[in-house]
């Protein structure tokens, strides 16, 4: 297993080199040594950057529940983005080639994850990755509405203050109102990574059967 933990906190030092890299071109190529909080590093795809980064520094259920993350929410989040990549466009090329880049990666760092995981008994980690969901989207509502009057800011696409945006939840919204589909969303994104923790449960399952036969 160390050799996972090792190889995902150099993806998390690689990403957050680039992520300095991203936030100087944003604010002094594109916007004029103006700071844009769109772009503050508080995604739903920035979120793996900080777990690699402290995962050789934490252990047992937290390290855990932090590789269920990466290897599920994460996972979800760097597949689904190629669906719609309209937010990966930039006006600087070399941040458009980053932003494709870093979602590869994400993919990279979830299916890293769940190898590492494999041998493992995951039962019970989930709930506790799906508390670290909600946590993340608590701050981001926090970050939304203490930012908001410094500019637009709208971090994991859940501000009180904007309709909802994404593909298919925004038409959702409509009909539901913007809090409803605010939460109809989140409850999906839910769902989704808890699909793939289960094609994970019975990915592992299989290899544990096949071993056991041969």
């Not at 855990?64 to 990966?88: A, R």
Request: aromatic share 18%; hydrophobic share 45%.
């Amino acid at each position: 297993m160390k050799k996972y933990i090792r190889f995902l906190f150099v993806c998390g030092l690689v990403m957050l080199v680039s992520e300095i890299w991203k936030q100087y071109c944003i604010t002094f190529i594109i916007n004029e040594h103006s700071y844009n909080w769109w772009y503050f590093p508080f995604q739903l795809c920035s979120i793996p950057m900080y777990l690699c980064l402290l995962l050789p520094f934490v252990s047992g259920k937290i390290r855990e529940v932090f590789l269920t993350f990466l290897m599920t929410f994460s996972l979800m989040g760097g597949i689904f983005t190629f669906f719609d990549t309209s937010g990966l466009h930039h006006s600087y090329a070399p941040l458009t080639v980053h932003s494709y880049l870093w979602h590869m990666l994400l993919i990279i760092i979830g299916i890293t994850a769940g190898l590492g995981q494999r041998k493992k008994n995951t039962a019970g980690t989930f709930p506790g990755s799906v508390l670290c969901y909600l946590t993340c989207c608590v701050i981001a509502t926090l970050f939304n509405i203490v930012f908001h009057s410094y500019g637009t800011i709208n971090m994991f696409y859940i501000s009180p203050y904007y309709k909802m945006g994404q593909k298919v939840f925004k038409d959702i919204a409509v009909l539901t109102g913007n809090t409803a589909g605010i939460l109809i969303y989140i409850g999906a994104n839910i769902a989704g990574a808890y699909l793939i923790y289960l094609i994970w449960s019975n990915c592992s399952r299989q290899v544990k059967h096949f071993r056991y036969l041969s």
